[in-house]
């Protein structure tokens, strides 16, 4: 028999499988989860959400893939492009949860990840400069409308004149605002949470390689109780020390993000992408753009593999870094959606590893 069986669902997991998992004889403990949500996936495996030619049977083929990883809910992230491509793909991301029943299931809204950001390098990261632009409140109406009103988190920098404006139509819109690829100053980003921003996209990235010690925006957008704060906690993103400094201080608004690209599960090697150009993928599994090392391009890692990576290192206690990835975002999601994770998944806990083992029917079998 299993040494523990920890239960984080709140007691909704059934006498049967309990019972199911008690036969089991493994040194190590079983933990029963609520079904992992990421906020942000930009592709997976080989599939680019970003992709001109991204067509609905892609939605569903990565849809299918995140489910055999204990994904119960995602939030497929379209950054910086032009008008038109932007058009193109809600479209496809919509049509897929008109057709497939999963993609319905799982995609609770798109994120939008730009263009709405900062024109410097450094903050702008890997996104194309010709296409960021200032805030706009007729086109994200018309996102808005092409997507079925799927657009539920934008990405944008407080930095631009009209910020005001716009974050308090997509607040009446049901669009959670977050703060990102950002060079605001103090009062542009205390004027963004008076306006409603509820989040950091990928805290401590998509940021200047070097800042002035005080004041600078990641320290600002720490200080506000207000703030949720996603982070990329795979290694390369941010030092182990960082994230555990972002732990104590953001707490219960902690969520862990993978920022996966289509580069995820890829061999290691140099690639071309269809918008940040070329770019290289460690074995370590580091992605960066190659004509700048230090700028990173996305993740090449699962919400599942960072789950793991944190078990390994033990960056961070490992119940809590699941309710990063599964209580703390459905807790903020909800002020724009409406679902309940009622997934359960089950992971095997050993000394040195952390092993997916199935959702909550597949236990049964």
């Given at each position: ?11 909704k997991?059934?006498?049967k499988v ?13 933990i029963?989860?609520p ?5 942000q996936?930009?592709?997976?495996s080989?599939?680019d959400?970003?992709d ?5 049977e ?24 032009s ?12 049509q ?17 990840e730009g ?16 296409f ?18 799927l657009?539920?988190?934008i ?5 631009w ?12 819109s ?24 509820a ?5 401590g990235n ?8 005080h ?10 109780d ?15 020390n ?13 969520i ?7 580069f995820?599960?890829?061999q290691?090697g140099?690639y ?7 770019v290289t993928?460690t ?13 990173l391009?996305g993740?090449a890692?699962?919400l ?11 960056v ?6 699941i ?19 009622d997934?359960i998944?089950?992971?095997?806990e ?7 083992l ?6 049964l079998d």
């Open positions: 028999m299993s040494e523990e069986i920890v239960d984080l669902t709140k007691g997991i059934s006498p309990r019972k199911k998992l008690e036969s089991i004889d493994k040194p190590g403990r079983f029963i989860s079904a992992l949500i990421d906020i996936i930009n592709g997976f080989g599939i959400f970003n001109e030619k991204l067509k609905v892609d939605i569903e083929y990565v849809s299918m893939v995140l489910a055999g990883q204990g994904i119960g809910f995602y939030c497929p992230t379209i950054i910086t492009n008008e038109e491509k932007i058009d193109y793909l809600l479209n496809v991301i919509k897929a949860t008109e057709q497939f029943e999963l993609c319905k299931k799982m995609i609770l809204g798109i994120h939008l263009p709405f950001i900062s024109k410097e390098d450094g903050p702008r990261g890997a996104h194309p400069l010709e960021v632009t200032a805030p706009n409140v007729k086109l994200i109406q018309r996102w808005k409308e092409i997507s079925n009103n657009v539920k988190i990405t944008v920098s407080p930095e004149e009209n910020m005001d404006e716009f974050s308090d139509y997509c607040i009446k049901n669009i959670l605002v977050s703060i990102g690829h950002t060079s605001a100053n103090t009062g542009q980003i205390e004027q963004a949470v008076r306006h409603g921003a989040c950091s996209t990928h805290l998509g940021s200047h390689s070097l800042l002035k010690r004041p600078n925006y990641i320290w600002d957008q720490l200080s506000y207000q703030l949720y704060a996603s982070i990329i906690a795979d290694g390369h993103h941010l030092p182990d960082v994230i555990k400094i972002f732990a104590k201080v953001k707490n219960e608004k902690l862990l993000i993978s920022d996966a690209t289509q995820s599960g890829k290691p140099d071309e992408t269809l918008i940040g150009g070329k993928l074995k370590e599994k580091r992605l960066y753009v190659a004509d700048h090392p230090e700028y391009a993740s890692m699962g599942l593999d960072i789950l793991k990576y944190i078990k390994k290192l033990n961070l206690d490992l119940e809590y870094a309710s990063c990835a599964t209580n703390h975002p459905m807790d903020m999601l909800k002020r724009v959606c409406k679902f309940n994770n997934a998944i089950v992971f095997y050993s000394e040195d590893d952390l092993e997916y199935g959702t909550y029917d597949e236990v």
